[in-house]
């Protein structure tokens, strides 16, 4: 036994904060990791600020979310990056997150942006994406892809987990209402595998395991822009699609108040928000320039989205719902 | 007087590990108020997890087992040159790491593994998808079926010489010997070997988790981590640990009715040779078995090595998350090992010396506490005493002190099992002597017991070691970029479908645990030959 007390005083020790001014940024993995918007982000922010930021990459979006539940007011973080318009209801209630200072009169986002809470740092529409020369004639409408094409297989993310598997849950909800559980159930008959989050089932994808993919319209730009390729097409269902507003906020138990807001503040400057299109593959939220290859990129005729309180309240039911029609 | 005085440290251990227990499982019982399993059978998602748990097992169980029948009866009666290095290889699918095991699996019979290739190559599609059931059977199968075939393959090395000799005098056909002398043998046995797989099976984490895909195939221990780290429903996730308590120490009950345990030995190599009536069909029904094993073992393990040594290689070797993990992988094994060792051997001192004046009864009950946790599987326990510290530090800030307890205590079953046995005939050889010469304590230890059992104590502490080394059961609830073991990253890796990288990950914990596991089995029956 004598042995575990240092170790139990080095665990402790390892888990005190650290002096020095660090921010620390809980986001998905793909934001933080090497090909994604991080560590330029990163870079310019620290230019300025005589700080360090450091990115805690989680699974996806949700678990960003449950991450921050789990650990309560010990977090260790200052600010959340990448839960979306539908978390914003559910996050709030955790009575974790402040308030911010943001001017955010410069969003150009359909309807401008009055949450005090959030402020959204891209958006995009979700969208099946395919191979357009393994796959001659894609479905030109969500129910087509659910009902009719018996030839397709797909693959999408746990709603529990990632935020465009809550997504295509509310998607379909939107589109089948009462009908989704039988929805789901004939998806279930094309599904490859259900996984945690986005990087995983896209590079699934990449790699061959499926006809088509949950991501968003404009994933096909990152392959026009950072690879020349040509090949890959985000399908435009008739329907419509799922908007989705990606938000950042800040933790009410930071340490690093004053530089949580300068963070906060640096995500609608035009530093931050030119790096979303081609670091993100999103959407911008202010006006700065698009890159080439986002023009021709396909744009849902209509696009929608439930409520966050639409959301919160049925969240859990709708979950339900979906893993019940999984089983049989 | 040499029998009371080792007591005391033994039942304090014991009410340690009860309190530990006891603790979290009212963190639970707090946590979900009026634990009603009616209500919990009601709910159409829980039943289906439940019985999926109970599908799942009883056919991997079945496979398992029933293969291991066929595949023992043809070890037992044939000699060819590999068959030790077989032996071996049979002995370490149960400490290899569940992880490296499924990532081996999935290089063969994946969407994108070997056999999908050469299929391939003839424009065909792979028939089956190795996510979901099909996985989770192949994967149940490949872990067991040689673990139990070993057990068997011990039962029937236990019969007497002079039943094959008569069998063969009397020249009985192999069909009937098998049911006169083998099978009555195996029955024995049976009942015993099925609990344990199904157990294993019942409880499987890392297994489904990797090669679920979905809520289709989720078992209840997997539910009980996606409640807390998906969905966030403590109250599920509570009530789903108390429900897997209920049904697994139902399960451990009725078993325990059925079965007498024949202990573990660690002897593959030397058995006896003996005659009988050969014959062209049963040399062909034998090789076809052994070859069936060798198909299933083999090629996955292969692929490990091969896969392994990728271009990524250099880089995943230089990264420190690399190093990170394996030092933390490291601390824990190393930690979790001795504190085993250590609460197993003192708890054995205990009941052994109750054993030793015929108070067999407290005995049993103690070695009980001791193997506590195959009723309360590993992750109940962390999700207990996790709702319990939650409240009162940061639970992530210790997360290294409780996976190496919750893992120490995962290894003591098998501790116990390990030496339980050869410390009872050192006391029985010994005691008088010691006491004559008023030998006790360290020095007893030390000039007796460390020399005697020496072996066992290296075996048990060897296999906790590397079963902790390749736990991710504890970790998983626990872990966070901050604290992360080489199962952990590996998960991660696979997770984010960074193949190439998972591949040399793998290959490490393979040597690792491999490695680690048949030196210090090498090591201490070389120095028993001296």
């Known amino acids: ?328 | 007087m040499s029998a009371k005085s080792y007591t005391l440290p033994g039942l304090i251990i014991a009410g340690f590990i009860c309190l530990f227990v006891a603790a979290s499982v009212s963190a639970l019982l707090f946590y979900s108020p009026g634990f009603n399993p009616a209500l919990l059978w009601q709910d159409a998602y829980y039943r289906h997890i439940t019985k999926f748990s109970f599908y799942q097992a009883f056919l991997s169980t079945i496979l398992s087992v029933g293969l291991a029948i066929p595949v023992a009866h043809a070890l037992s009666r044939r000699h060819f040159f590999a068959k030790s290095f077989l032996l071996k290889l049979f002995a370490t699918t149960l400490v290899l790491p569940v992880l490296v095991g499924v990532f081996g699996l999935l290089s063969v019979y994946g969407n994108s593994g070997q056999i999908a290739q050469l299929l391939a190559m003839v424009d065909q599609k792979l028939p089956f998808s190795i996510y979901g059931l099909n996985g989770i059977l192949l994967a149940h199968v490949f872990f067991n079926l040689p673990f139990a075939a070993r057990l068997l393959l011990q039962s029937l090395h236990s019969i007497p010489s002079e039943h094959h000799q008569l069998s063969s005098h009397l020249g009985i056909s192999h069909w009937n010997k098998f049911k006169l002398v083998e099978w009555p043998c195996l029955r024995q046995q049976l009942p015993h070997v099925c609990g344990l797989v199904f157990m294993l099976c019942f409880t499987s984490f890392a297994t489904v988790m990797a090669l679920g895909g979905g809520p289709k195939s989720t078992t209840i221990e997997l539910a009980i981590y996606q409640a807390i780290k998906f969905d966030f429903d403590l109250q599920a996730g509570a009530l789903l640990a108390l429900w897997q308590i209920l049904l697994c120490g139902s399960l451990a009950i009725g078993i325990q009715r059925f079965s007498r345990p024949i202990p573990l030995t660690n002897t593959t190599g030397k058995q006896s040779f003996y005659l009988f009536n050969d014959n062209r069909a049963a040399k062909i029904w034998d090789s076809l078995w052994i070859s069936l094993v060798l198909f299933l073992v083999i090629p996955p393990l292969l692929m490990i090595v091969i896969n392994g040594l990728n271009a990524k290689f250099i880089s995943v070797i230089s990264s420190p998350s690399f190093w990170d993990a394996l030092q933390n992988s490291f601390l824990v094994a190393i930690f979790a090992a001795f504190i085993a060792l250590f609460a197993g051997f003192f708890m054995l001192l205990t009941s052994r010396s109750w054993r030793l004046v015929g108070i067999d009864f407290k005995a049993d009950k103690l070695e009980l506490i001791a193997t506590i946790i195959l009723v309360t599987p590993g992750l109940v326990i962390s999700t207990g005493l996790f709702l319990l510290l939650r409240n009162i530090t940061d639970v992530f800030g210790f997360a290294i002190v409780i996976v190496i307890a919750v893992n120490a205590l995962m290894a003591l079953p098998y501790v116990i099992k390990t030496l339980a046995q050869p410390m009872l005939q050192v006391a029985q050889q010994y005691d008088q002597l010691c006491a004559s010469l008023g030998l006790f304590g360290f020095s007893r230890f030390y000039l007796i017991e460390w020399r005697a059992i020496k072996r066992p104590i290296i075996h048990a502490f060897s296999i906790s070691f590397v079963l902790s080394m390749g736990d991710l059961s504890a970790i998983a609830l626990f872990g966070s970029q901050d604290l992360r073991t080489l199962p952990l990253y590996l998960l991660q890796l696979l997770g984010s479908y960074q193949m190439e990288s998972a591949a040399v990950v793998s290959l490490f914990l393979f040597i690792l645990s491999i490695g680690i596991f048949s030196a210090v089995e090498q090591i201490s029956s070389q120095n028993n030959a001296h």
């Not at chain 1, 990791?33 to 310019?44: E, L, R, T, Y």
């Open chain 1, 1 to 328: 036994m004598k042995k575990i007390i240092p170790l139990m005083a080095f665990s402790v020790i390892i888990s005190m904060p650290v002096l020095a001014d660090k921010l620390v940024v809980y986001t998905y993995d793909s934001f933080a990791s090497d090909w994604g918007p991080g560590p330029k982000i990163k870079q310019a922010f620290e230019k300025n600020c005589a700080c360090s930021l450091e990115f805690v990459a989680l699974d996806d979006g949700v678990s960003i979310l449950n991450r921050l539940r789990l650990e309560g007011k010990n977090t260790k973080a200052d600010i959340l990056l990448g839960l979306d318009n539908n978390l914003m209801t559910e996050a709030k209630k955790t009575g974790l997150l402040a308030k911010h200072k943001v001017d955010t009169s410069n969003v150009i986002l359909a309807n401008g942006w009055s949450d005090n809470t959030f402020v959204p740092f891209d958006y995009g529409y979700f969208s099946f994406v395919y191979n357009k020369e393994t796959l001659l004639n894609p479905p030109a409408s969500l129910k087509e892809l659910i009902e009719q094409r018996q030839d397709i297989n797909v693959i999408y993310q746990d709603p529990r987990t990632s935020t465009p598997g809550l997504g295509l849950m509310l998607w379909i909800k939107w589109v089948y209402g009462d009908q989704a559980d039988d929805a789901w159930k004939k998806l279930a008959k094309k599904t490859v595998t259900v996984t945690k989050g986005w990087s995983e089932a896209y590079s699934m994808f990449l790699k061959g395991e499926a006809d088509m993919v949950l991501s968003y319209s404009t994933s096909p730009a990152y392959h026009i822009i950072a690879e020349g390729k040509n090949q890959y097409a985000a399908a435009n269902f008739s329907e419509g699609h799922y908007t989705q507003v990606e938000v950042a906020a800040k933790v009410k138990s930071s340490k690093n108040e004053k530089l949580a807001d300068k963070f906060m503040a640096f995500i609608v400057s035009d530093e931050f928000q030119s790096l979303m299109p081609t670091g993100n593959w999103m959407y911008p939220v202010t006006d700065v320039a698009l890159p080439e290859g986002f023009k021709n990129l396909t744009i849902p005729s209509t696009s929608f989205s439930f409520s966050a309180d639409k959301v919160d309240n049925n969240r859990k039911v709708w979950i339900r719902e979906w893993q019940s029609s999984l089983i049989y």
